[in-house]
């Protein structure tokens, strides 16, 4: 729906200022007779109701241009008016006024059915507008042709209703009469209950829009099928026309209260007022702001994300990552500061017809918001933190427990076997051959030399003597060496870095190296070293299978070792694509 | 004094034995180590799964019987063991030591244990006799 334009308003405005005129004029002097008693308050009221409708239709179309209800109240507002035609004495004034005499009452059934938005949007919501509107023009028109209605020329109160008056004819209700009052009732009822059931499943703070439409819907909708029922409940005359004039009361004001509901948002800017006072009385709580918000809001589960930039990332006020996708009953609002997004409202989605009001509350709490997204991009760091240092005691009581079962498994299996040579020969001395005995000995020697090798390649697992005795130049290219894939080392300055760096470094090249020849199966791995800019960037390359796990233990310790000293690690490892290691790190 | 001598003679001679480790060089040399020492080596196997499949087959004395063993832990199988009909007796060995396994030894169904440089035949006797038993009787 398109804003409304000042010249169009101001048009409709006088159009229906005319219609009312009109309206009085043709039950004044259309040439029937109005009971002079009925004549003033008839006039007053319904003027009232018609200019209501305009009046106020024409506010709502304009404070809010995104709901067709506006639209339709002033449609309404002139149907009301329209059907005054029938006041005029003449035949075509007859026809126009019997067609037109109920359309008021089927844009009554369509704005009730899809407020506050005034857009039908499911079926059972189409089904109601349709046949609101097959019962009023279409089906008089049918009457007309097909019975032929007559009009009582010149005499008694202008017909169809247009007067509220005691039906002074007796009622004798044909059986079609009955069939059509029997649908309008049933069309009333089913109306009566979809509103219910929209109020009913509302969210908080969709029913501040919907309450004051609704209870004056009711009420009016209620007093239409009393009064259309009241011969079935032989309710006397008088107690109907009394309901038919309080109806039509309550249509005066009505309007009023759908404006209400419209306009909710914008009379609750006090309320914006208030929350920005109560940010400021201290220093924000993470669940304070949230309860701000959504009190200001009538929402109470709008829930509040973070945005961190540098992690690209939604985190919750504790610092704990958080998913933020559309979902079909949520909507989601982003609140800027200075043109960043700092922050997502995730809420009813009721609050997006009220665009002005969640602005009017990001643009206050964006301090306090800016403030405790901060405080959250610290706690979730922390929580960074907490979880690096625990995996990094993790992997180092990992280390411990694999040099145990390495000593356990190797160097002492050997060393317990030469025990057992060495007792099995002294038992043997002087019983067996110089022969027997010396293979015994050669055997215990062989398990000793690779109890030797093994406890060497231990000792270089837990520290590579190399690495701080020649640095990291050599050291790569004895890694590079032992390794069982053709490992080539490219280019490595001929300088020391500090411990940390060259170590860092030379666990990043080794823990690569290992998961090239266990895991990735490569036939060729490249290993480069580079420093530019104060960092050292250390890159290990091999022709693998690819889809390295980078949340395995493995990778995940080299990225904690490396982050300790400020740096990064990034891998990059697509399916059947080779895996590449980057670590840089700050060597200044 | 003479009640134990007496019993120990009931056994039979030379306690038929199955070395269950996963170590080749340890069996191949345990073997030769109690063989000198008069015991009989029936035979050997290399995992649990093998040591039950051993002691159904050749129905032993004895099981000297690694605590580390590629599929089950020896306690596991120590229980296995003892569930089986004319269950054998299980000694353990491990490269550890006793004091590593805490109480676990005292807590399982094996008669003891023996570190693995302790191995002889003597000290898999002492064990088969049970702590409190008089060493003599293994002459």
Redesign the interface.
Known sequence: MQRLRRRTRATLAAAGAAAGVAAAGALVWGGYRVPADLLAPTLVLDLAVGWSFIGVGLVAWTRRPDSRTGLLMVVLGFAWFARFAVAVDTRTGFVVGVLVGSVHLSVLVHLLVTFPGGRVQDRGQRVLVTVGYLLSAPLDAVFLVVFGAQRQLGEGPPPNGLVIAPSNGEFDPSGVDLAVQGVVVVLFVSLLATVFTRWRSAGPAQRRGLTPGALGAALIVVTILVERTAVLLLIPPAVGVALAWSAEVVLVVWPLALLLGLLRSQLDRSAVSRLIVELGAGLPVPERLRSALAATLHDPSLELAYWLPERRTFVDPAGAPVRVAPARDRALTYLERDGRQIAVLVHDPALAGEPELVAAVAAGAGLAVENDRLHAEVRSRLREVQASRARIVEAADGARRRVERDLHDGAQQRLVTVALALRLARTQVGTASSAELAALLDEAGAELAGALDELRELARGIHPVLLTDAGLGPALESLAERCPVPAVVAAVPARRWAEAVEQTCYFVVSEALANAVKHAGAAQVVVEVRETAGRLRVEVGDDGAGGADVSGSGLRGLADRVATLGGELTVHSPRSGGTRVIATVPCA | MVGAVRRCQARPVTPRVVIVDD?A??RS??R??LV??GLSVVGEAADGAGALAAVRALAPDVVLLDV?LPDLDGFAVAELLAGEPDAPVVVLVS??ALLDYGSRVAASTARGFIA??D??SETLLHVIRGPGRPVPCSG
């Open positions: 170590h060089p340890f040399l345990a030769r180590l000198a020492g580390q490269s550890r693995k440089a191995l002889s």
